[in-house]
Structures are given as structure tokens and as C-alpha cells.
């Protein structure tokens, strides 16, 4: 519905206003409310008092925040292309028609997405356990002494996790972009000549960007913000491995939960918030635009 | 000698009869199901193989929760991980699950079912009738509304969280089922969805005649619209009761009550009971609830796949 350059067109309010009040009062009061409490701060003695940017200052100096921030930017710069590559070569394999059986391993590589995060941390973490875990298992076996939950490999032991849980979802939203591709265009390309590999390199991996820029949004969101994997994994790693600084989420967690710090933890939140944006927006948003026309 | 000949002949045609047949058979069904390539429909031992390594390693995870549920406590931490205790206690397991602490698990599975019922089914409403909007009404504000949503998806889950919790918590409304239902409506991805998905399925001129028919929007949108919805709409449920039900983050900050937890967080709490002071290990429960937990999403998933995955490729991103 086009309607002419001066005349508002209203009837969508009508369809967007409940989405648009809940969305009020659960995204933007709780944002502009932590934005306000960030300038605060709450003290033994005083109370609650104004005290402008000084959240920020102590935020910037803070060597804990900082280094959950490198950790959290390892895990995506590692984990999301790994993922994405695997999510992308399933999504042609399955599309290319040549697997035996491909409902089968549609549905099976989609699956894991259904499971929890605290069940698939769980299982992982059963597997991983040197003690009783299938790790145990194989080192009583061989006579070995592996451990995925030392401190230096544990966040690849995570990653592992997050790309078991994550691989095929972002996989069906690559495969479901290929089969908008029509099939007269595959048909005219192999009357003319061209080869399977032609075919995916000028025809389908194109077809594939738009969803990439989906899946590279969401997926570094979602890395920015890793906490359940590892507050689940916490008790279940020998020692303190997993620290309450592991990540940026479970550092504000612990700071507004047990350090009763929530100002502290509103102001860590909103500079998150900012990187993330920022990061998100400066990789992807240009394809979201084309769509907005 | 001719007569073998013309024999030979005829089976030479009747099997390239029967082969081009098979083909058209193959690519009616390959067009039918909507997602292949019937260029070149041959299959491949070697992709099979190779795809068959990945699948192995998505599904063995299932296959240790189902090996494993079927150990006792003690079969659990001294027996190989992957294969079966000495004992199959399945049963037992089971029966403990929802008899342990007074059938606490129970609770739990009806308190997951309510927030998915109302929290996911709410979402998915508002997403429908959100991305209706955004599809077929050029409003004021649209433009605005599409950039905050899309901006929100990235403002950190915590960020959100701990200011949700002090405002929920003045309202009075942490640790009633609200704190689980209420943000649970929004799901800026649903939105996104039913946006994409209604731009493609609903014509902007069969509203039209129904509006020159002079019926309201409401009732148009009832009766023309939601119907070709349907596959969206499948969809988009299905990735706001995976949301819900699988929502850990949410229940962990707003629920202090173990009545009102949801099954993650119960969970959660059977695992941690072993390491508390005193705590008894209960593995055994631990693996057997997660597989409690799991049956009805993949059921769901395997049932609804024919729906979910046509409503997704109809709303595929295109460029």
C-alpha cells in the first residue's frame, strides 16, 4: 500500500501497537532505566548518590572487564567462522541433491538446536569429565591423561559446545535461503555448459550473502553475550577455571547478583551494549537497508 | 539371430524408458518438496560419507543421554561412557524423576508448559500481527520501529536483565510467573520473520479487493490474511517455544522460588546439589530429566518438519 507523499496511512498502528507497548515496557524502560542508574552509585554511607560518569572511569581501568572483553573477541573471531563454514558447506551439501537420504540428515543436524543450553552443557559436560566423563573413559583406555576442562583449552571445550548447539540452525537458515533459487535458473546454467562447481561458485554462494549478513549478526551477538555455557560448566570444572570475570555477561551477573553492584554492572552492560551494537551494525547493516526500501 | 537382435533392442528402449521415468519421478518429487537441485539429481557415496561424520557427531550427544538414562548412580561414574551399566534402571530412573522431592519435576514440567502457552504463544501473536503491520501498511514511525527492534536484538541480554529484574522487581512481579511471561512476549526474531514471511505470502491486492468489498482491517486480516500465513506462522512459533522453553537466563534472575522454576533451572539445581555442602549426587536424575526435557521439543520438531521448514524457505532473506 503506497499511499500519496502527504497523507499518513495509520491502520498499521493498529497491528503494531501491542507488539510496540509490550516491546515499551520490556526493551526501552529497562534501557533507559539502566542508562539512569549508571550515573549513580550506592554507598555504605550516603545512600544512593549522583556521581556523573564515575561508573565509566572505574569501567575503563577495570583489568577483569577488559579481559573477559579479550576472551569473549577470541571466542568470535575462532568460533563464528568455523560455525558459519561448517553451517554454509551442510546447507550445499544438503541442497545439492546428491546425499542418500537427505530428510534424514536435514532433520538430524537441526536437532541439537532443540536442546537447552543448560541439558546440551550438561551432556558436554559429562562427556568432557576426566573423572567419570567419556574423556575418563577413553583416558582409563588408552592410559592417557587428557583434560578439555584445563584452563587452557576450556574456552575451545565451550566453543565446541556453542557450535554443537548453533551449527544447524544457522545451517536451515543458509538452506532455506537456497531453495528460493529458482530451478530454471540451475537447469538454463547446465544447458550452457556449466559445471556443478560453476554452479555453486556463480549461482548459489551469491544467493548465500543475504543470509550470511543474518547469520553473522546474530552469531556475533550471541558470542558478545556468551554466559550460559560457562556459569553451567562452572561447577562441573575442576578448580576456578571458570572465574566470575569469564565473560562480560556473567562478570555483570555476579557484580548485580552477589556484589550487589548494579549500578556498576548497568554501566558494564550499556558500554557492552555499545561494542556490540557497533560491531554488529558496522559488518551487516547495509544489507538489512536494501531490504527497507 | 535378428530376433535376439531386436530383442536387445527393445529391453535398450524399454530400460531408457523406465530410467527417464524414474528421472522425471525424481525431479516432480525433488520440485514438489521444494529444496534441490534437479540439475543434477546423481547421488554421491563420497558427500554421503563425508556429511555422515558430521551427523555422527550432532547426534551422539543424544545417544549419551540415552545410554546414560538408563544407569543407576553408581553405573553412571564407573562405567564407560558409552555404553551400558551393569543394571538397565531406566525405569527406575523415570519413576524417581517425578517422585524425587516430593514430584518437584512435575511442577517444573507444568510450569515450562504454562510460560510456553502463554509467554510463546503471546510472542508469536504479536510477532504475527507486528510483522502484518511492518509488511503491508507503510505507517508513520515504520521505519523507526525497524531500526529499534533490529538495534534491541543486539543490546546484550544482561543489559537488559539486570535493569528488567529492579523494574519488575518495584512492580512486585519477580518470583510470580509474570517475570517469566512478560518479556518472554517480545521476540524481535519473530517479528523479523512474520515481516519477511507476510511481504511474500499475503498479495497486496487481494487486501485491497477485500477492503473495496468494504470489509475492515481486522476482519481482513483474519480472514484473508492469517490463513495464508500458516506456514509462517508455524515457524515462528516454533522458534519462540524453542526460546521459551529452553530459556535459562530469564528464570535464573527472576525466580527465587523453586515452585515456579521452569525445567532448565530445576535442572540446573539437581546438577549443583552435588557440589553443595552435604549435596547427594544425583547424575542419574540429572541425565534422566535432561532427556525428559528434550522428548517433547524433538517430537515437535520431527512432527512439525514439513511446516517449519517450508515456512522458513518462504521467508528466506532475499536480497
Redesign the interface.
Known sequence: MKMGGSSWDWRGWKFMLPFALVFVFVFIVPIIYAIWISFYQTRMIGGTVFVGLANYVRLIQDAQFWSSVRRVALFTIVQVPIMLFLSAAMALALDSMKLHGSRFFRISTFLPYAVPAVVSTLIWGFVYGAKYGLVGSINDFFGTSLDVLAPSVLLAAIGNIVTWEFTGYNMLIFYSSLSTIPHSLYEAASIDGASEWQIVRRIKLPELRGSLAITVIFSIIGSFQLFNEPSILQNMVPGNAVTTYYTPNMYAYNLSFSGNQSNYAAALAIVMAIITMGIAYAVQLRSMREQMK | MRGVERQSRINEKNRARRTSQDERAERRR??KS????????????L??L??GL??I???F??L??LV?STKTQGD???T???GFGHEFALWDNLKTVFTYQDGIFGRWLINTLLYVVVGAGGAT???I??G???A????????A??V????????????????????FAKLGLTNTPWAMI??S??SP?G?YLMW?FSDQAVP?EL??AARVDGAG??RT?WQVSLPLLAPGIVTTSLFTI?AT??N??LPL?MLKDSSWYP???G??QW??QA?TAGGQAI?NL??TG?LV??IP??I???LL?RYW?SG????????
Open positions: 525433488a520440485s521444494g529444496f534441490s537441485n534437479p540439475a543434477n539429481p546423481r547421488r554421491s557415496m558427500l554421503t563425508i556429511c558430521f551427523v557427531y550432532c547426534l550427544p543424544f549419551y543421554l546414560n553412571f561414574t564407573s564407560f561412557g558409552l501473536l504479536l510477532a500481527m507486528g502484518y503491520a511492518l503491508k501498511f507503510r505507517f508513520p514511525g515504520r521505519k520501529v525497524f529499534v527492534v533490529i538495534g534491541a536484538i543486539s543490546v546484550p541480554g544482561i543489559a537488559l536483565a539486570v535493569p528488567q529484574f529492579l523494574l512478560i518479556p512476549l517480545i526474531f517479528l519477511i497486496t487486501l485491497e482491517e481486522f486480516f524453542v522453553w529452553n535459562y537466563f534472575i525445567l532448565t533451572i535442572l540446573n546438577k549443583d557440589s547424575q540429572v541425565v535432561s526435557t528434550i521439543l524433538v515437535a520438531f520431527l518438519q521448514q522458513l524457505a518462504a521467508g528466506a532473506v532475499k536480497e
